[in-house]
């Protein structure tokens, strides 16, 4: 397939298995792609020719870019030793531990390659190590050692990897030259990663005092950062570009904003840039992951010396392998953290941990797209010409942990967890490691109301500041705007209502609805006996109400009957016979008896709901209020819409719907004050609520800029 078809395909498979995400949440979307991909390579025999160095220049350059610029400062430094311990320590011993193991149960494996799939498996996902440790509510010491080594246990894990490939490709192995190596590549790729960005940044400073200071430039400029840095590493120092980017990322993290800078609109156009960036890569991996897996099988089952059913007996043995060797390593740290903090007179009666806190720690290690990035960049030969050896079986291995491992943590979650929400990974989350460190030492559960309930709250403030806000001369802005916000109230209603009480309020909706249906008849009706609207009109606006109902009726899934088909095709056909009368006269007289139509059914649909209201055998209370609102201000909108406006009008009417929007956002910020000085919601929630009113804002202002 040629490679801009490919780009393409893999795009758009992104973008869908995203949309059934949407529909089945309790599937990671990584599995649905893995899917995707798989199907990709056997229905439409879609290939990807794979390159390791520009895999590795493409992928995980900006991804571990990303993860060090997202890396939460608090955390890095209070807890900077453990960290550092656990992301080095715990990935060499998975890769010795781990690599010998799998050269005992797969002896036809090479010790190098052993070492290669152990060191490359070693690294988890961060996103999804974060979504399982809070909500099965993991002890402190363990919570922080899972999320914070999940976070840079990516350029240990590769840098052993990468290492573990170099020995296999040359055959050549030394242990002294290894360290020597090992030193060497990794100090100076820090350092490397470290000048680098220090001069990227002094450059970036130096031409904004010169007035270069746009936003496309700088968000561009720092995209294309992690790239650079990882190829000057590579090629000219031959240093580990995979920790010059985690440095690079770090230093850009607490330097990369000059304290005298106002860039709020940079801020907001990077995060979202970089969000979409690592939305695409990631699940573009997971793709490719797929798409390979047909080659990996076909070479597995082609393979005498291995059964196709032994390697997936081998992919499970090998978690669980890395899940023992995780829970252990996590139950004994703890123990003696404990230990020690138990000595200490300050600290004593501290609990022990648990083995099933350090058990679920352990089935937090989901492994995802470093992973696939890394296995996926083996090279097809060696040195000498000859095919690697097992990087078929290496990468069904590492594909079945992958795979294991999202299942496994699917199904445990719900088990460990009274929260069901969905497992998330880096493939369907953008949340900024703050936001989710943020969370957890804030958020006490049954404290705060919901969002959705918040969103309620506010909307009606601005509804209610509308309402005291419209006048004669701005009544048909108001009633827009009242509608906007009545339509994304009901919705947000609907949605935190049970289904009996919802079956409910749409069973009266629906019986408001035919009372002023009713009335609008009768209009139609009066303005037709009455000679002020032509035969014509009065079949066409008959036809567009029927249609009305109609609609109404099969959105609660019932149909209407209006007779039989005969008589049914007359209809259409008289009503089609009307409309090419109605084009045949003149322009201004149609909008005038359309104008005149409109405005009349709305008055007769108000004047006919009133008299149902003042009915004595009506309970008025069983309705609900926002139900009946919401039908009034539709009318009371359509009888502004039925009124001339010239340009001028229109200009003006545009300039009151902006000024409405305005006192609307200033009440919704109001209202987020009121619950947060309430103690309704968090300060977490109440920035979530606040940047939601921002972007609104933003795009008013980009509205009235196009206006002008």
Known sequence: MHILEAVILLMTLVVFSNVIDHFVPAIPVSLIQVVLGLGAALIMQTSIPLETDWFLLLFIAPLLFNDGRRFPKRELWKLRGPILANAIVLVFLTTLLGGLLFHLIIPTMPFSVSFALAAILSPTDPVAVQSISKRAKLPEGILHIVSGESLINDASGLIAFKYAIAATVTGVFSLRHAITDFVYISIMGFISGVVIIAIILMIENWLYRQGINDVIFSTVLQVTTPFVVYLITEEFIHASGVIAVVAAGIVFHFYGTAPDRSQPELTLVSEKTWDIIIYTLNGIVFLILGIELPIAMTNVIQNDKINTFAALGLSFVAWLILLVIRVVWIYGYQRVSTIRSNRNKFLKNKQMP???????????????????????????????????????????????????????????????????????????????????????????????????????YIMKLAVQRIEEERRPFNQKEAYDLILDYQFLIRRLELKLQDKKEM??????????????????????????????????????????????????????????????????????????????????????????????????????????????????DIDNQRFDSQSVYHLIVHYRNQIELA?????????????????????????????????LEQGHIDWSMAAHLRQYINYSETVLIMDYQSDD
């Open 354 to 456: 648990t083995f099933k806190a350090a058990l679920l720690a352990g089935l937090s290690g989901v492994r995802g797209a470093v992973t696939m990035a890394g296995v996926l960049s083996i090279p097809m030969t060696v040195a000498s010409g000859d095919r690697f050896p097992s990087r078929s079986l290496a990468l069904f291995v590492a594909a079945g942990v992958i795979i294991i491992s999202l299942v496994v943590a699917t199904v445990t979650l719900p088990l460990i967890s009274e929260d069901k929400a969905p497992l998330l990974t880096r493939a369907n989350s953008t949340n900024d490691p703050d936001e989710i460190e943020n969370e957890n030492e804030d958020q006490q559960d049954g404290q705060y109301i919901s969002e959705d309930e918040a969103r309620l």
């Open 643 to 675: 009124k001339e406006h010239s340009k001028k009008q229109i200009k003006d009417h545009t300039m009151q719907y902006q000024h409405l929007r305005i006192k609307a956002l200033a009440a919704e910020r109001e209202g987020v004050q009121v619950l």
């Open 503 to 616: 079956a409910t309020i749409i069973s009266d909706e629906l019986a408001l609805r035919r009372v002023a249906l009713k009335g609008e008849r009768s209009a139609i009706q009066r303005l037709f006996d009455d000679h002020e609207i032509s035969k014509e009109t009065y079949l066409v606006s008959n036809a567009r109400l029927q249609r009305v109902e109609n609609q109404m009726i099969r959105s609660i899934g019932r149909k209407v009957r209006l007779g039989h088909g005969t008589s049914q095709q007359f209809i259409r056909l008289k009503n089609k016979m009307s409309l090419w009368l109605i084009q045949r006269r003149s322009h201004e007289d149609i909008s005038n008896e359309l104008a005149l139509v409109q405005r009349e059914q709305a008055k007769g649909a108000i004047k006919e709901l009133s008299g149902y209201f003042a009915r004595d």
